[in-house]
């Protein structure tokens, strides 16, 4: 296995290679050229590298890689990208890989961490000399099988009758909501701009990371929005009040699942109303009536209304691996001290 690395601002030259081994490794949108060569673009710090293994002749793993810190490097993960960007063939066997990854990284880096795994896509390895893991988050996916009603007469009462009373109310208030669904190339900048005023508007706002058309989260999106848009892998769900946006979710499709990348919502709107639920019912019912995916995938942190929608729910995880096994070892040791020495102290029985 032979290891060779760029800067990362020469991912476009390699863009071929990155699809081939895209396709080949059966990977989700996530990891497909048009999805990453924006975050590399828009993202980047500046340190990032491309790195790639040939083996008699052919690639069989690439990643996007960055400094962690004092003698680390990871897989390059900004905040947009929901797994670590990191692509191999499956017939390969990944320690020999990260082996040799850790060889040619600039600095004599003593560990590599390749960050948010998903075990529905790679399966979570064992502990090794040399290799360990631990949990990142719990993710939630919703699958796509048999008739909408039979889904959802499996949610909670409670969400059913909630949602149910709300579009009476909706009713009575004489206010038709509505679903509307924008796939173009040529829509993506207004979609972008319309998510940016319904974040821009709301608590994002006063923390500063609200997506604005003129940040760097904005032009990340219009443009990976428009090239995934461009191979028939993007789509917009916007809702309405009436002619009034109250929500919206951004989203990537492959051939089997929607990732509902990004949510927002009206927060002006009257207490007691939830547009941004009563979008996802009726978004889940169009993906359940089309029968064209096998899955809804929300890779965020699992959330209370995540649990009311599904009770699919799996552990992310993060791989370490050490340049010796020594530091795997010494590692374990000093946080099974660091635990130790934080636990309660049981308080000694005194006299009577």
């Known amino acids: 296995m ?6 990362a601002v020469h991912f476009a030259a390699h863009a071929e290679s990155w699809r081939r081994l895209h396709a080949d490794s059966g990977s989700p949108a996530l990891l497909c050229y048009e999805f990453v060569a924006p975050l590399v673009e828009q ?17 069989v793993a690439m990643a996007l890689v960055a400094p962690a810190g004092r003698a680390s490097w990871s897989t390059f993960q900004p905040p ?4 670590g960007l990191w692509l191999q063939r499956s017939d390969t066997p990944l320690e020999p890989l990260l082996a040799g990854l850790l060889r040619v990284l600039p600095r004599f880096p003593l560990v590599f961490a390749l960050t948010q795994m998903d075990p529905a896509l790679a399966p979570r390895p064992s502990h090794g000399a040399s290799l360990d893991t631990l949990d990142y988050i719990d993710t939630a996916r919703v699958t796509l099988a048999g008739a909408f ?6 949610r909670g009462k409670n969400l059913r009758v909630n949602l149910k009373k709300q579009r009476a109310r909706l009713a009575r208030d004489g206010i038709a909501p509505r679903l509307e669904i924008s796939r173009a190339p040529q829509d993506m900048a207004r979609a972008v701009d319309d998510y940016g005023q319904l974040e821009q508007a709301g608590w994002k706002a006063g923390e500063g990371t609200a997506v604005c058309p003129s940040n760097a989260q904005g032009r990340y999106y219009r443009a990976m929005l428009e090239l995934m848009a461009a191979c028939g892998g993007a789509s917009v769900y916007r809702y309405y009040f009436g002619e009034r946006l109250v929500a919206m979710d951004l989203c990537v499709e492959d051939a089997d699942s929607i990732v509902i ?4 919502y009206d927060e002006s709107v009257a207490d007691g109303l939830s547009p941004a639920l009563l979008m996802r019912e ?3 019912r169009a993906l359940f009536d089309e029968a064209r995916l096998v899955r809804i995938e929300f890779y965020g942190r699992v959330m209370d209304w995540h649990l009311r929608w599904t009770d699919e729910v799996r552990t992310m995880y993060h791989i370490n691996y050490y340049r010796w096994p020594g530091l795997r070892r010494l590692r374990a040791m000093l946080a099974a001290r660091t635990l130790s020495a934080s636990a309660p102290v049981a308080a000694s029985a005194g006299p009577p």
């Not at 990032?48 to 008699?56: D, N, S």
């Not at 947009?80 to 797994?83: E, G, K, N, T």
């Not at 990348?261 to 927002?264: A, D, E, V, W």
Request: charged share 20%; hydrophobic share 40%.
């Open 2 to 7: 032979n290891w060779r690395t760029v800067p």
């Open 43 to 59: 993202m980047g710090a500046g340190g990032e590298l491309l790195a790639w293994c040939e083996c008699a002749g052919e690639v």
């Open 80 to 83: 947009q990208a929901p797994l």
């Open 149 to 154: 009603d039979d889904y959802w007469q499996g």
């Open 261 to 264: 990348l990004k949510t927002s």
């Open 282 to 284: 009726e978004a889940s």
